[in-house]
Structures are given as C-alpha cells and as structure tokens.
C-alpha cells in the first residue's frame, strides 16, 4: 500500500485491520493519517495481535514523549527492529505497553538488529546482579540496595529482561523475515532469567542478614529448582517451584532462603517451596545430609517425580550438583518401590482431580488433552524406562520426547506428533499470559469472537482464505487436543501391541521386559499374563485380529483405569472368544465409544458381568442406549417371560427359556446398576420381578407336566412368596423364600390333591435348582411349618389348624414378609386373608413374646454370623446390618398393626415410613435406620456382583473392595477407605436406634 498522493482518499482504517469507530482520528494524532511515509508503518500496524490496541497505546505513547515522538517516529519508519519489536509487543500484551509508555526510556531495550543474539544465563545474572549492585567477581555475591529500593531495582531489570524476551519472541507475528524464537528456546531463557533473578534476591539477602564485614558467608546455601524451572520450560507468569539445601550455619540459611522468598516475590514472582521434604510443615532449609536421609526413609513416589526436574540455579553451585548427583540414584530406582503402581494411580487421580468445573474443554493445562497430561506421561514414562536408559534422565519435557522416540519406547511418529502439540498449547499459555502479565491457562470461549482472533494473531495463526484466523485457531487447538487425548494410546500401550507381537520395527523396538515394566507401572498386578493375553488376542492376519490391534491400545488405558486391570482384560479376552463368531461384536466396540467405555469399566469391576455376558450377547448392545437399558418396566419383562415360555410344552425346555430371559434380565439391570443409571428401589423390584416370573412359569410348566403325567389336574396350588420375595425387595445374592399352598378341586380327593401338589412343588424345586453356569435359582422352603422336618406342601386349612394351635412367635414373623407370587392367585389371597389374624395378632405382642424375639436374635448373631466375619461389615448379620433393622421394623408390626393398617406391608422400606408416619418412630431413628438398610442392601448387591457369588461380607481391602467403592458410585479419585468409613459410620447410626427400639437398652 502506497500514498502517491496526499489529496487523494486515504484508504479506510479497516483496510489495516482497525475496527475501532475513532481509528482514524487516533491515525491522525500519532501523524500517519493520509500522510506520505505512513505506509510501511501501517503495514507493521496491520499486522499486529490487536491493531487497535497498538495504536491506541502508541498514541499513549505519544504524549508521553511529547517532542521527543518526532525523532521516535522517524526511527520507527526506518528501523525494521524497532519498528517490528514495539508493535508485536503493542499488540500481543497491554501490560508490557503499559510498562513502556510508563518509562519511554525502556525502549532502548528493543533498539537492535532483528538476528541480534539473545543473552546468555551469565549474561542476565550479571545484568541482575547489578541492578542490585552486586559484584559477581566478589566471593560474597552482596548486593548494595536492600529493602524498597533494592525489590524495585531488581523488578525493573526483570521486566526489561521479559520485555526483551517477548519482544524477540513475538517479532515473527510481524515481520515475517524476523527469525522465530523458538518455544523451547524462549521457555530457557525465562528459567534462565528466574534463575538470575533467584541469585540476585540471594544477593539482597546477604546484604541485609550478613554483617558488611565478612568476607566468607557463614553457610553454604544452594536453590535448587523444581518444576518448569529446572527443567527450562518456564511459562512468563509461573510460580518459581524450589527447594533449599545448605551447609553450615543452618540458621543463616534458613534467614537467607526466607529473605530471597520474599524480595522475589515482591519484585518478580511468588517462590514455593512446597516440594520441600514434609511440604509446608517440614523445615524450609536442610542440610544435603538431612535430604538424602528423608528421600530415603521417608519421600513417596511423587516427590521422585518431582526431582526429575531437580537444577541448581542459584547460590553454591558445587553444593547444589552435589544435592543432584546424591539423589539421582533414588529417583531411578523409583520403580522399584513397593507401591510404585499405586502411587502412579494415585497421582494420575491427582491430575483429574484439579481439572476445573466446567472448564475442562478449555484448560490448555489441565483439561483432557492438555500440557499435564503430556507432561504426566512422559515423566512417568522416564520413571518406568529411565533405570536403565541413562539417556532417558533428562529435564525438559520436549528432550524426553525426542528421545522417547529415538529409543524406540514410542512411535517416532508419535513422539514428533506430541511434541508439535505440546509446543503449540505451551504456545498458546504464552500468549495469554504474556496479554496482561497474569497466570492464565484458559483458551477463549467459543462465543469470545474477538479474544480467539487476538490470541490467533497473536501466536502466528493466519486465515486460510475460507476461515477466519480465529476459527483456524479453534480447529488447531481441538486437533491438538485431541492428539494428546491419545496420549495413553500412541505412548503406552500400542508399543505394547507391538511388543508381544515381535514385529521387527524401526519406529518400535520396545522390548517385552519394558513392556512388562510398562504394563506394572499401569497398574497390572500380572504384566507376564496380561502380554498372554494381548498376544492371543492380536496374534494372526484375520480381520478379527486387525481390528483388535485397533481396539486394545483404548481398551488398555480403560482397564487401566478400572480397579481390577488384570481381571478386566482377562474377562475382556473371555468375552472376546466366546463371540468370535458374533458379526457384529467388534464392529459395535469400534463404533460406539460410549459401549468400550462401559464394557471396559464393567469388566474392571464385575465378575458376574463377563460371566453372563458370554451367555446373554445381546445386552452389549444396550450399553450404547441409556433408555433401553435402564429404563424398562419390570411388569414389562415379566408378561414377556410368560408368554414366551409358555409355548413350550415340556417343562425343561420351559424353564430353560425361563432361564434365558432371566440371564438377560439379570444382566441388563446390573450393568444399569453398575453404571449409576437405576436406583436401588428399581433395582430390586426389578430383580424381585424377574423372580416371580420365573416362579410362574416354573409352576405353569410343571402343573402342566405332572397333570399329563397323572392324567389329572386334582388341586389349585399358590406360591407365597417370603423373605424379601414377599417384600419384593430381592437383591442379586438372594435365595427365593417360598411356602406351597394347595386346595383340592371340587370332587377331588385331598390325599391325591396333595400328593399331586407335592409332585409339583418338587418339580419345579428341581427344575430350578438343576446346576447351570448362571447364577442360582434356590427355591427356599425351610420357613412352612415345622421346617425340613414338615411337609413340603399343605392346604390351605392344614395352615390354618397348624397356626391356630401350633404357631410360634417366630412363625409369626415370617408371616409379616407373605405375600402371593405365583400360582392360583384366589388361593393365595385367601392363604393371605387367613394368616393375617396371626401375623397381626389382635392383642398386639405381649412382653414374653418380645423377650423371645430378642433371644432369638442374640442367638442368630452368635451362631450364624460366620467364623471370622468382621461384624462391623457384614451386611446382613452385622451391627446396623439388614438383620438389625428388618428385625427391628418387625417386632413394631407385631406390636402395633392391629391397630395401625399402614403397617400391614412386606416391604421393608414401606414398613418403615409407615412407622415414621404414625409416631411410632421419631423421623430422626427412622432416616438412620432406611439409610443403613439401603447402604447395606446396595453394598451387598456390589459385592455380590464385583466377587461373582453370593456374600455378605464386604472386602477388608486391595482390588476387591477398591471395586465395591466404584460399584457403589465412589469415583475412580476417592480412596476405598471412604467407603469403609461411611459404611460404619451409617450402621453405627443405625445401631444404636435398634438398641433403643429393639433392644429397649
């Protein structure tokens, strides 16, 4: 663009990027506006992050100069450095303008040629050093400015330092001649700066705590740098992580460390030493002696994490390598440590725990697909490959990835490809910080039209021709994003693949015993089995094994994630076998994420799931449909198993498809379970549902079958349910509590009606109980009169004389829980209309009766709890547990409802708000007592589910209760002990109202 001719029309603002409605009058006041020479200045103009923002601070600049902005004018047209460096600076950070239109004098710092050579370290430490008046050459590095004076000396060296740093970071944006600084390179020199900085803080603190007369400090102190500073990738508003070791005068040290916190913190930046042994509350100085002895007894895994970035800056150099060369050793044999894998679990929790609500799409550090998940695996993959690979023990993130990939622990490709991205989000953190010199991370909202266009130009990011700069930027940053959302993929587990398969690769060359410390440092407790298991399921050339190698490296990380990595993958290649034929079983873990995603977490945490799910396929394909899985009508499924089974005529092919649908129904409701998506109120009348339909068509199958038998059908027969059948409150371990009721038919002999019914009943015992791989359909019958001992069946007036004469109070309460399920349903409402008079007895329940409930009781918890149960956390039989309460809602039954029809119900949970309702209970005792029965029902569901059998007792530790925690909704983050503590704390709650109410204690 040219101006031939003052008295022609100026081209609009616009045309150089201006947007603002003043742009033109703002041109004028600084003197470009339609004047002759203007024109390679607007040029630079145009190309600034923020055009309005360069010149609306270069008019600040003007009339800060006053008549000095003639001669700065002039040079900004003929001077290409100072000119590129002032306006990239201008317009990628209003802090750093404010600082130079401050003090017009600063700009002298971005006089020079554009190749001129950035300072080396000893160059800024000198030019720090002196700005506080210390001599290096000195022996006794002791600055001559203390207090005020010397914290804004040493601020305004450091930000002249900063601003020539970002002014040579930042020219490229505008002259694209300008050579470009790299990341890592700019990342250096601000650890070099900070390192500078330290040194003179140090200096400022001799000064003030040192008499002026000693020429030999009376300690030797070294800062050692941790985090992004050792390392040298400081971002331009961080945090300056270190830690102090001394010799000498432990005294003086500790007052020097304290002086240079705090004269740095007021001039440069916030210095935390709370990597230090014992963190905060552990001593802020010790001797090199002191540090080895913790690191040695006492650090955890992550504080070695943290000493990979270990560098001495400042203060005693040869003390500071000797701090290094002394803990270096520790830090490589990290992987050795007993609980190396749990500490990596533990830290990668820490990790997902500090990424911000809501923000996660668009933390640039935090977030998924952020800096510290690279970060994180890199040093994690340093610590597990680093024992034996010296050139793995290095500092800075960007030469780990080089030579991660060089040696063959990942891909090449991969390596390269984490690199770009983690430079280009380092990039970007720049950008924003540098904008007002505050601590950011957050990449612009979507709507934030104008922050994505500043921050696109501002990092170099042009349009296309199609899009805008700021929508290039926004489809960079997803892309990179989701490359590091890879992470575990490209650095973990593909090189595993390609491990177990031996395929001879130039990229790959990753050992199996580095696979195997690989796959331990990821939390598999068996590496030699899980490679077995990988090796079997990618061995071959057929598409099954193609598309398995593509499946596993995701799979890998979700198992890693679940509490039993081991089991997952096991249960993972056994379901893999058992649907080898099953078209379209990969092809839907390929496809649908969301169905991997689950199966991986169900396979972690459940041994009932995978031993169903090869049996009952079908159910895979609801994990990609929340509604279909979760939110099916239990009357639904039942009229469907009845109608199905009753087409078959012969009573073990019926009850087999009974099964089949049951298996179905089992497993969807417990991966809808697992998964958070049904409540337990649903939970249990579901599995109570299924019960009931599986009773009914067993006793449809088996009338029909004994009647062809006998010729004749001579008696109605009823099943009444009990137990928490009767209460439809079923859980997965629970057996089916039943009574058989018969009535003979009208001209039927009752000897013959009997011995008919009694044929059925063991019929359909027996079909039921026939051993299968699913789990057990136990038809209970113990509770009929007289036990083991009684007839297995009876009519309905034989119950009647039994429990008008023969009734026990214990009888009495089991009848509380009747209720029909199956069978004749007249008959069983009149069994139900006649026990009412005994389980609601009229009189109430007498003092006696209560005393041999409670007996009874004491007997059931000393005889029956088994040998070695903890009864803190047994769920049926424990203090608090399921026996506590439901024994205790009873004995108010029996008391009170004759006279109080609410309580009149086999449920439990109804039962119990009816108490509360009527002031039989205080609402308070009525809260603790629901609240330990659902813990306690939940609980023992997710253990049966995660052990794969019936139990009551709940893990003491390890992988198994670590899997009930996640089963009962505990995040893969919260430490398995909480559910333990809840547990207890919710039962003991519970007993001490079953003291108060049961016990009258």
């Known amino acids: 663009m040219t101006f031939t001719d003052p008295s022609r029309a100026t081209p609009s603002p616009a045309r150089f990027g201006l947007t603002d409605p003043r ?117 006794v590095w002791r600055a001559r400015l203390r207090g005020p004076e010397a914290v804004r000396a040493l601020r305004e060296a450091y930000r002249l330092e900063l601003l020539r740093i970002a002014a040579a970071d930042l020219a490229h944006t505008i002259d694209g001649d300008a050579p470009q600084v790299s990341y890592e390179n700019v990342a250096a020199l601000l650890s070099d700066l900070a390192g500078a900085a330290l040194q003179a803080a140090l200096a400022v603190g001799v000064l003030e705590i040192v008499p002026a007369d000693t020429d030999e400090l009376p300690c030797r102190i070294a800062v050692i740098a941790m985090g992004k500073c050792g390392a040298r990738e400081l971002n331009y508003v961080s945090d300056v992580d270190v830690i102090f070791v001394a010799e000498g005068d432990i005294g003086v040290a500790t007052r020097l460390a304290a002086a240079l916190m705090r004269v740095a913190g007021e001039a440069c930046f916030q210095v935390d030493a709370a990597l230090r042994p014992e963190g905060k509350a552990g001593a802020l100085v010790r001797t090199l002696d002191g540090h080895i002895a913790y690191y040695k007894r006492w650090a955890r895994t992550w504080e070695f994490q943290a000493l990979l970035k270990a560098r001495p800056v400042a203060g005693d150099a040869e003390l500071g390598q000797s701090y290094v060369d002394s803990l270096s050793p520790m830090v490589w044999s990290a992987g050795d440590r007993d609980h190396f894998v749990a500490d990596v679990q533990a830290m990668r929790r820490k990790v997902e725990e500090h990424v911000p609500a809501g923000l996660g799409d668009r933390e640039l550090k935090l977030g998924r697909g952020g800096l510290r998940d690279v970060e994180f695996a890199v040093q994690l993959l340093q610590l597990v490959h680093g024992r034996g690979a010296a050139e793995l023990r290095v500092l800075s993130t960007m030469d780990a990835l080089r030579v991660l990939g060089h040696g063959g622990y990942v891909g090449r490709a991969d390596a390269a490809g984490l690199a770009e991205s983690y430079r280009f989000l380092r990039t970007l953190e720049h950008r924003l910080q540098l904008q007002r010199l505050r601590r950011t991370h957050l990449f612009p909202a979507d709507d934030d039209r104008l922050g994505l266009r500043w921050l696109a130009r501002a990092a170099g990011v042009r349009p296309d021709g199609r899009r805008s700069s700021g929508t290039v930027l926004q489809a960079e940053f997803r892309s990179h994003c989701n490359r590091v959302r890879r992470l575990h993929e490209k650095l973990f587990y593909r090189p595993l693949l390609e491990a177990v398969a031996r395929v001879p690769s130039e990229a790959l060359r990753l050992s199996t015993e580095s696979a195997k410390l690989r796959l331990a440092a990821l939390g598999y407790a068996s590496p030699d089995g899980a490679l077995r298991h990988i090796e079997a399921l990618t061995t071959g050339v057929s598409r099954r094994a193609a598309i398995q190698g593509a499946l596993l490296p995701v799979l890998l990380d979700l198992f890693a994630h679940s509490p039993d990595p081991d089991g997952a993958l096991l249960a993972y290649r056994r379901v893999s076998e058992a649907l080898a034929t099953t078209p379209w079983y990969l092809r839907l873990l390929r496809d649908e994420g969301a ?64 099964r089949s649908m049951r298996r179905h129904e089992l497993l969807r409701v417990a991966c809808a379970d697992l998964l958070g998506e049904l409540a337990l109120p649903a939970v249990c009348a579901a599995l109570s549902s299924v019960w009931v339909a599986v009773l009914e068509a067993a006793v449809d199958a088996a009338c029909r079958a004994v009647a062809a038998e006998r010729g004749s059908q001579p008696a109605r027969i009823a099943v009444i349910g009990m137990g928490r059948l009767g209460g439809a409150e079923l859980g997965y371990s629970s057996d089916a509590d039943v009574l058989f009721v018969c009535e003979p038919v009208a001209g039927a002999d009752e000897t013959e009606a009997v011995r008919y019914a009694a044929a059925v009943a063991e019929l359909i015992r027996r079909l039921l109980g026939a051993p299968s791989q699913d789990p057990a359909l136990q038809v209970d019958a113990d509770l009929r009169p007289e036990g083991r001992s009684g007839p297995l069946v009876r009519t309905l007036e034989s119950y009647r004389a039994y429990y008008a004469q023969w009734a026990e109070v214990w009888e009495q309460q089991a009848l509380l829980r009747a209720r029909p399920v199956a069978g004749d349903p007249e008959l069983g409402q009149r069994f139900v209309e006649m026990i009412d008079p ?81 002031g039989l209970v205080q609402p308070a005792d009525a809260a603790a007592l629901q609240a330990a029965w659902d813990m306690a029902t939940r609980a023992r569901n997710a253990a049966t589910l995660v052990r794969g059998k019936p139990t009551d007792q709940l893990p003491r530790q390890g992988r198994e209760l670590a899997a009930v925690a996640r089963a009962m909704g505990y995040p893969a983050t919260a430490d398995p002990g909480e559910f333990i503590d809840e547990y207890r704390r919710v039962t003991r709650r519970a007993r001490a109202v079953v003291e108060r109410l049961f016990y009258d204690s």
Do not use: M, N
């Open 23 to 139: 742009a033109a009058d703002l041109l004028g006041e600084v003197g470009w506006w339609g004047r002759l020479g203007a024109e390679t200045k607007l040029a630079a103009l145009s190309r600034s992050a923020d055009p309005d923002l360069t010149l609306r601070c270069l008019v600040r600049l003007r009339e800060a100069l006053g008549d000095g902005w003639p001669a700065l004018d002039e040079r900004l047209r003929t001077e290409t450095g100072l000119r590129t460096r002032l306006f990239a600076v201008f317009g990628a950070s209003s802090a750093l303008a404010d600082f130079v239109i401050a003090e017009p004098a600063r700009l002298e710092v971005l006089d020079g040629a554009l190749d001129a050579p950035l300072p080396e370290v000893a160059e800024l430490t000198a030019r720090l050093l002196a700005a506080v008046g210390a001599d290096p050459a000195h022996p």
């Open 595 to 658: 169905v991997a995603d689950r199966l991986a977490f169900l396979l972690g945490t459940s041994r009932t799931v995978p031993d169903l799910l090869v049996r009952a396929p079908e159910v895979l394909r609801l994990l990609a449909d929340t509604p279909a899985l979760a939110g099916r009508e239990p009357a639904e499924v039942a009229i469907s198993l009845r109608r199905t089974v009753a087409r078959y005529a012969d009573p073990v092919t019926a009850v087999t498809a009974a």
């Open 838 to 918: 005994v389980r609601y007895p009229a009189a109430g329940l007498d003092h006696a009766s209560v005393l041999q409930i409670r007996r009874i009781k004491a007997r059931v918890d000393a005889e029956r709890l088994p040998r070695g149960a903890d009864p803190a956390t047994h769920t049926k039989l424990g203090r608090g547990g399921l026996a506590d309460v439901e024994w205790t809602l009873q004995v108010l039954q029996l008391q009170h409802a004759h006279t109080v029809p609410a309580l009149r119900t086999p449920s439990t949970v109804r039962g119990l708000a009816a108490a509360a309702a009527e």
